[in-house]
């Protein structure tokens, strides 16, 4: 059975209408369709759009169901690709939602962001979709693309919501290691770098003591402490406790 979902101007499916409508054999609607809007009290006649236009396919669900959570049933095609269906069957569009174990954003298209950086919808935070299309909570990841879809190969790491640490001094797991998220959200790697004058902690406190002095990161992120060394100036230093040298 083919199904035919339809959307307005802005993406929002259509979910009610005043009147009847007809619609031709590619499911296009050939009758003009009146819309009760009732932040006026009035009628308004707007344009709509076949789901076709929006690029999502008629031919609903695509691939295989493999969650259903909150009565959201979730399906993966061979592609690899997540889409979500409400208890309608219709589409979930600019919106996220969890399968029970991950937390996804299904696009205008239906499909699950993946692989990219974006904005958190309150447009202040960075949030990750990894190639699964899942949100990285609690975790680094190798971000691959940043928010405008450059290609990058950068390390990121994003907190318990789910944001990226920018301008963080912060411990691992298990409180062992330090690591530095810089200014630009990305973690040092491989190279001496100096401290931002705005550093924090990861719980929000200042970094004392650390703003504006040199660390350096190990190749896997690691800051250098407590090592007696020499700097990228050949003088002799002492990395402390919190990453930062001493000379």
């Known amino acids: 059975m083919i199904k035919h979902f339809y959307y307005?101007?802005?993406?929002?499916?259509?979910?009610?209408?005043?009147y009847e409508y007809e619609?031709?054999?590619?499911?296009n609607i050939t009758k003009q369709i009146t819309y009760e809007n009732d932040d006026v009290n009035s009628y308004m006649i707007y344009e709509y759009y076949s789901s076709e236009e929006n690029n999502i396919n008629n031919e609903l669900p695509i691939g295989d169901k493999y969650s259903t959570y909150e009565s959201?049933?979730?399906y993966r095609d061979e592609a690899g690709d997540?889409?979500?269906?409400?208890?309608?069957?219709?589409?979930?569009?600019n919106e996220f939602k969890c399968d029970g174990t991950y937390?996804?954003?299904?696009?205008?298209?239906?499909?699950?962001?993946?692989?990219?950086?974006?904005?958190?919808?309150?447009?202040e935070h960075v949030?990750?979709?990894?190639?699964?299309?899942?949100?990285?909570?609690?975790?680094?990841?190798?971000?691959?693309?940043?928010?405008?879809g450059e290609d990058v190969n950068d390390f990121c790491f994003f907190n318990v919501f789910g944001y990226m640490y920018v301008d963080v001094l912060t411990y691992d797991k298990t409180g062992t290691y330090l690591y530095y998220a810089n200014p630009y959200g990305v973690m040092e790697m491989g190279k001496w770098f100096q401290f931002s004058d705005s550093v924090?902690?990861?719980?929000g406190t200042p970094a004392?003591?650390?703003?504006?002095?040199?660390?350096?990161?190990?190749?896997?992120?690691?800051?250098?402490?407590?090592?007696?060394?020499?700097?990228?100036?050949?003088?002799?230093?002492?990395?402390?406790?919190?990453?930062v040298a001493a000379y």
Not at 103 to 118: C, E, H, N, P, V
Request: with cysteine; aromatic share 16%; glycine share 12%.
């Open 8 to 18: 307005d101007k802005d993406g929002k499916l259509i979910t009610y209408f005043t």
């Open 23 to 27: 619609f031709d054999d590619d499911g």
């Open 72 to 74: 959201y049933d979730f």
């Open 82 to 93: 997540t889409r979500c269906y409400d208890s309608t069957g219709a589409p979930v569009i």
């Open 103 to 123: 937390t996804y954003y299904f696009q205008l298209d239906g499909t699950a962001m993946k692989d990219r950086l974006s904005y958190h919808p309150d447009g």
């Open 127 to 148: 949030i990750y979709f990894d190639a699964e299309g899942h949100e990285v909570f609690s975790d680094f990841a190798n971000v691959k693309k940043t928010i405008a």
């Open 200 to 203: 924090e902690w990861a719980d």
């Open 208 to 243: 004392e003591g650390i703003a504006g002095g040199y660390g350096y990161a190990n190749e896997n992120g690691t800051l250098m402490t407590n090592t007696q060394t020499v700097d990228w100036e050949g003088r002799s230093c002492y990395l402390q406790g919190n990453g």
